[in-house]
């Protein structure tokens, strides 16, 4: 699968994790940055990633920031973008199955690593259920 993945400062430590374990994966990963520890602005990282999965150059998006947050917040402004704040592998795989999501933000201050793997794993297996989903995901986009 390719994936497309961005993150600012705070979330740089734990993208290059991330990064790591998705090629493990076999994965093919395109990194929008952040490239350091330095000071970064999440709305540049969260349009970039959001770009890719709408120009379909990616499968899925994976967004990281401290709280999680903003990121998330940026990349829900593009039409067609379902971004989920995610904490736990149970509410990333339900983002998929129930909200069809294409990007998982993670809360790089408020998760450990092996969390913000698992959320990963359980992102890219989990599958949209359609069905009684279906209409209110279509009502997303107001």
Known sequence: MKLSIGSDHAGFELKTIIVDLLKSLNHEVSDQGTYSNDRADYPDFAHKVAQE???QKAELGILIC????GINMSANKHKDIRSALCWSAEIASLARQHNNANIIALPARFISEDIARDCVKA????QFEGGRHQNRVEKINY
Do not use: H, M, P
């Open 66 to 69: 401290g709280s999680g947050n």
């Open 123 to 126: 992102f890219l297996e989990a």
């Open 53 to 55: 999965v709408l120009t």
